[in-house]
Every structure is written in C-alpha cells, then in structure tokens.
C-alpha cells in the first residue's frame, strides 16, 4: 500500500514557475514508478511526467518537454515535478500516482493523491 499526498499548487502568472511535490507513505515506496497526470474542468486525465523507481529514466508528454523536470528522493519518499514557463493551458488539477508498471495510462496506476490545483493566469 502507498498512500500519496500532493502539495506546491497554487495561482500563478503565465510565464511563471510552481513545484509539485508528493510525499509517500509506505516502507516500499522506492519499489514504484510515479507519474503526474492533470485533469482540466471538462477533460480527461492525462499523463504529464513519470519516474522510473530508481529515478534512473523520466518521460513527458509532448506539451511539457523542456519546461518540465520530474525528479524522486526515495530517502525522502517524496517525487517533484518543477514546472517552468507555464501558460494557461497548463491550468488543471494534478495528481501524483504510483504503480509498479509505469506507463501513460490512468488504468496503470493503483495508488493516487487527492490533488493540488494549479491556475495559471494570462
């Protein structure tokens, strides 16, 4: 069992920077993947980031290459994800989540976070 808690959302200006942390909980925390993912008013949830368990591999979606950084401390339990450069579009609720797959999909990830808003605005 992993439980997920996010915090670092908030309001900011386009063009401006957050980071997204999730502490874990769970004594094999270091044995999943994590992905960010964002659920904008009217949307589905898609994946934005993951982390490889070891921290050793990061993939994005397409939209937030270079001015997203994914990042873990397993000493810390906790996975970052520092978003740069960011515009409007960027606006949703994220979640962290684990698994032990990885992957893009939502139906690969088990264990999620309650969310943490992040408003961007113009």
């Known amino acids: 069992q992993v439980q997920l808690v996010e915090s670092g959302g908030g309001l900011v200006q386009a063009g401006g920077s957050l980071r997204l942390s999730c502490a874990a909980s769970?004594?094999?925390?270091?044995?999943?993947?994590v992905g960010w993912f964002r659920q904008a008013p009217g949307k589905e949830r898609e994946f934005v980031a993951g982390i490889s368990w070891s921290g050793s591999s990061t993939y994005y979606v397409d939209s937030v290459k270079g001015r997203f950084t994914i990042s873990r401390d397993n000493a810390k339990k906790t996975v970052y994800l520092q978003m740069n450069s960011l515009n409007p579009e960027d606006t949703a609720v994220y979640y962290c989540a684990a698994t032990l797959w990885g992957g893009e999909y939502v139906r690969n990830y088990p264990y999620w976070g309650q969310g943490t808003q992040v408003t961007v605005s113009s």
């Open positions: 769970g004594r094999t925390f270091s044995n999943y993947a």
